[in-house]
């Protein structure tokens, strides 16, 4: 079945710089690469996805890559905020009705 | 729309015992899936349901099983509880199937076994 690796697992930066955070996978037919962020005490929410026909995808300060070839996606984000602090999962599918995620990365934002 | 509803939101049991959550997804949905979510381990994936049928099942021991009900609500059960069934249980709904739309979360179900 597929795999997926996240890393980091704790991440810190300071207000207004990049974070990045990076996600391999195993199974190449994998077509659905979903990011969710999970607020502490909250459900995990859909910030952003993509899928294997696209190599980039961005909405506002929020960015997906894809490289079906090394296998790997990560998720940019700009000019972070406080209220970007939060735990952040990626997901991988291959369509076949399950959902395989990383095991999270906790995003540390300091004002 | 309201939301994916998870009842309870607490329980506590002890081991040996079992236990039944339950899971209303959002209206129109058909597919329910279920994940554990515990420190560390991130969201393992149960099983799915469309349509009243499971469609796939992660790596979970046979104490773990659920159903659907033919207005989409789901239930999952697990028998004979462990220690390390303590955990978070997180449903999701989706439009179509899981690995193909968004998946919409209920708050959970904190699951404590002592």
């Known amino acids: 079945g597929e795999n997926v690796e996240q890393h980091p697992s704790t991440l810190s930066v300071q207000e207004g710089d990049s974070a990045v955070i990076k996600c391999t996978y195993s199974?190449?037919?994998?077509?659905?690469f979903p990011w969710y962020k999970q607020e502490l005490g909250k459900r995990p929410q859909l910030i952003i996805d993509?899928?294997?026909?696209?190599g980039e995808k961005k909405d506002q300060r929020i960015a997906v890559t894809l490289n079906k070839t090394a296998k790997h996606f990560s998720l940019h984000i700009t000019e972070t905020q406080p209220e970007d602090s939060a735990v952040y999962f990626c997901?991988?599918?291959?369509?076949?009705?399950?959902?395989?995620f990383g095991a999270g990365t906790r995003l540390t934002v300091k004002p | 729309k309201a939301g994916v509803t998870q009842t309870p939101r607490y329980l506590i049991k002890t081991r040996g015992q079992q236990v039944t959550l339950s899971c209303s997804p959002i209206s129109g949905h058909r597919s329910v899936s279920w994940y554990q979510q515990t420190p560390g381990q991130g969201l393992q994936f149960l099983f799915e349901?469309?349509?009243?049928?499971?469609?796939n099942k992660g790596n979970f021991p046979g104490r773990f099983s659920g159903r659907q009900f033919s207005n989409s609500r789901s239930e999952m059960n697990v028998s004979t509880l462990e220690l390390g069934d303590s955990a978070l249980y997180l449903c999701?709904?989706?439009?179509?199937?899981?690995?193909?739309?968004?998946?919409?979360f209920g708050n959970g179900t904190r699951l404590t076994v002592t």
């Open positions: 349901y469309f349509s009243e049928t499971q469609r």
């Open positions: 999701a709904s989706s439009f179509t199937n899981v690995g193909d739309s968004p998946l919409h």
């Open positions: 993509i899928r294997s026909n696209v």
């Open positions: 997901a991988a599918s291959n369509g076949n009705n399950d959902m395989r």
């Open positions: 199974d190449s037919a994998s077509n659905y």
